[in-house]
């Protein structure tokens, strides 16, 4: 009867814990779906000139399945204590933990690079704009204009940015991008009323915390549910084999 009953409490926390792998996978899942069908967010205005949404989308994605599949991996296991179940289930979850503190650890320490890149990168961006002498660089004009547009920014850290670029034909002009107009130029003459004022590194931290912070939330959530999963798991795997041991 004790035995029964240590099983039966092990078979619970481990049911329970394993629904919150499906819940977090599914929130995976759902966050991409937002970031594809969502029209209002900053990497819309990426993919309306690439596809970067579209990878993103597909990483998260294949994430959330990978969980899923996972969850009903460990139900099977659990349910039916398969025991060669519950160690390929065990040796899946180390694994996951261990890429995630990997990639977490990667994220923090470049963190800084990153963003030093980003910086410099948008000020030659800005400086090169509209220059007849790099046509090459059309692309790059066409993501900072779809990013303008769409979080109603202008520069990196104010409009005042655009004075830095020699490409206008007064040193009044800002990109058509970071006002009202609708003219399908690279400049425009439009008074400052009318011109989106902020800068858009502003806008993109501001994004960027939102969502941040619901993904950080999630990868401590499995991380937390991972180590609790392994250490149920071992004790569920060895419970199972002792109660075999015992009738024989």
Not at 116 to 128: A, T
């Amino acid at each position: 009867m004790l035995r029964k009953s240590k099983s039966l409490i092990l078979k619970y926390f481990l049911n329970l814990i394993n629904g919150a792998f499906l819940v977090l996978g599914l929130l995976l899942i759902g966050f991409a779906a937002w970031l594809l069908l969502d029209r209002n967010n900053f990497l819309t205005a990426l993919n309306e000139s690439n596809h970067l949404i579209v990878y993103i989308f597909g990483i998260l994605i294949g994430t959330g399945s990978a969980i899923v599949l996972l969850f009903l991996l460990g139900y099977l296991g659990i349910q039916y204590e398969i025991r060669w179940l519950l160690v390929l289930y065990a040796v899946l979850l180390i694994w996951a933990f261990g890429v995630q503190v990997a990639l977490s650890a990667l994220i923090f320490t470049k963190k800084e690079e990153v963003h030093q890149v980003w910086h410099d990168e948008i000020d030659l961006v800005i400086s090169q704009y509209g220059s007849k002498d790099v046509p090459e660089d059309i692309f790059k004009w066409t993501i900072l204009n779809a990013l303008q547009k769409t979080l109603q920014c202008c520069g990196q850290h104010n409009y005042t940015d655009w004075i830095t670029n020699e490409n206008k034909e007064n040193s009044e002009q800002v990109p058509c991008s970071c006002t009202n107009s609708t003219l399908r130029k690279w400049f425009c003459d439009e008074p400052l009323n009318a011109t989106y004022l902020e800068g858009c590194e502003n806008k993109i931290n501001t994004w960027y915390q939102a969502n941040a912070l619901l993904l950080i939330g999630i990868n401590f959530g499995l991380l937390v549910s991972e180590v609790l999963q392994i250490s149920l798991t071992v004790s569920f795997f060895r419970h199972i084999k002792n109660r075999i041991f015992a009738e024989m």
